[in-house]
Structures are given as C-alpha cells and as structure tokens.
C-alpha cells in the first residue's frame, strides 16, 4: 500500500488553466522530489526539496514551481498549462540521512493539456 | 549528457527464459545502483539494489551483476513470468551525504509472453 498520494490522478485541462498537482506522504520523509515522466518512458528530476521552505530546481528546466510549507505536503503549481506540459507527474519522497536512499513514489499525475 | 546509459529499450522474452537488461554509468562518485520496476499506472518500486563492493546480489528470480572496472551493471530475471511485464528502470547515485539525486536510465519496457 503506497504511503504517498497523488491527486488527482488524471487531469485534462485547456491551454491557459492553473492547475495544481498534490504529493502527500505519511511517512514523516524529509526529502521529496519531483519527476516528469515522458510517454517515452524517461524519468526527468524537475524539483527537489530537503526540508520545510527548502525547495531546489531539478536537472529538467520546468515552467512549474513548487512549495514546501509542511514536510508531509509538496504541490506542483502550473500558473498556465500549456500542451507541451503534458506529462505524467510522479512524486516521491525518502528519509533524510546518507545511508536512506529507497525513493517511494506516489503513483503519478497524469496531465493533459488541449 | 546522459550519465546512465540502458539498453534495450525494450525486451520481449518467452515464460521461462531469461531477461537481461543493462547499464553503463560514467560518474565514478556513484556508489548505489537500485533498479526499479514500474507496472503500467503506477510509480516505479524499488526491485534491488547493490553497491560496488559486491558483484553479484540474488533476490529471489532477481540479480544484478556488478562490474566495477567496466562501469556496468546488468539486472537478470530468471524463469521469467508474465507477472514480471512491466519497465525497468536502473539508476545510479552518490550516497555522501544528503545531496542525494538519482540519476535513472531511460527505461526497458519488458514483456514476458505466455
């Protein structure tokens, strides 16, 4: 049973809509992330966080942003969709520390833009 | 630049047979290589994961083979099972610390006829 969710599950919206994507988790984790999954199958990191108001870009340049005000919640906002965002959106999450590296993902977002 | 290189894209493999998928990695500072499985409408889960002071790690019908020198490292399902359809994802990272961000290869979507 996944320990962090995603909603919605899919989303199907017009170009110009904000739109914003939720991550929960229950598991007390420090670290959360953020991944755009191609329909071609690559997982690409769009945004990361450490911690409570700590928010990092990932190695993908994303229109998105994120915010962090508690450790179990971190949502993905879009100000204007646009068809090139549409993706699948996975969130994941791990406790904090050198030796916790298991990722736990939520089990995605998928969003459609028109 | 793509620092995990996975190869094939895809795989299809008769029940019972063996599959074999690959990896390269560039970045010698990587010193943790989980694999991850993701069925169609989930996010991926962690299937194993082994670092470079060992060879080989068996999980069940799982193993990954680990060469240092080469910088690859491959996951093998043995006796595999329709069940096991699904895309695998090997990744790589550094542990020192907590600047902790998977890198992943671009996916093997595999699939185990009856």
């Known amino acids: 049973e996944a320990d962090i969710y995603q909603t919605p599950r899919y989303l199907v919206i017009g170009t110009g809509k904000k739109i914003t994507l939720e991550c929960s988790q229950t598991m007390g984790h420090d670290k959360m992330y953020w991944y755009q999954q191609d329909p071609g199958m690559e997982l690409h990191l769009i945004h990361y966080?450490?911690?409570?108001?700590?928010?990092e870009k990932g190695d993908l340049s994303s229109e998105s942003t994120v915010s962090r005000i508690r450790t179990e919640h971190f949502p993905l906002t879009l100000e204007s969709a646009r068809p090139s965002h549409t993706s699948q959106y996975l969130c994941?999450?791990?406790?904090?520390?050198?030796?916790?590296?298991?990722?736990?993902f939520g089990a995605g977002s998928r969003l459609t833009v028109l | 630049q793509q620092q995990v290189k996975q190869s094939p894209q895809s795989l299809i493999v008769q029940k019972g047979g063996i599959s074999i998928i690959n990896c390269a990695y560039e970045?010698?500072?990587?010193?943790?290589f989980p694999w991850y499985q993701q069925f169609p409408g989930k996010g991926p889960a962690l299937l194993i994961a082994i670092r470079p002071d060992v060879s080989e790690k068996k999980e069940g019908r799982f193993t990954i083979s680990f060469n240092k020198s080469a910088k690859q490292f491959s996951l093998h399902i043995m006796d595999s099972q329709p069940g096991d359809s699904a895309t695998y994802f090997c990744a790589a990272t550094g542990s020192g610390g907590s600047n902790y961000k998977l890198t992943f290869g671009k996916g093997t979507l595999l699939t185990v006829n009856p």
């Open positions: 966080s450490y911690g409570v108001n700590s928010t």
């Open positions: 970045n010698t500072a990587f010193d943790y």
């Open positions: 994941a999450s791990r406790m904090g520390g050198a030796g916790a590296n298991v990722l736990t």
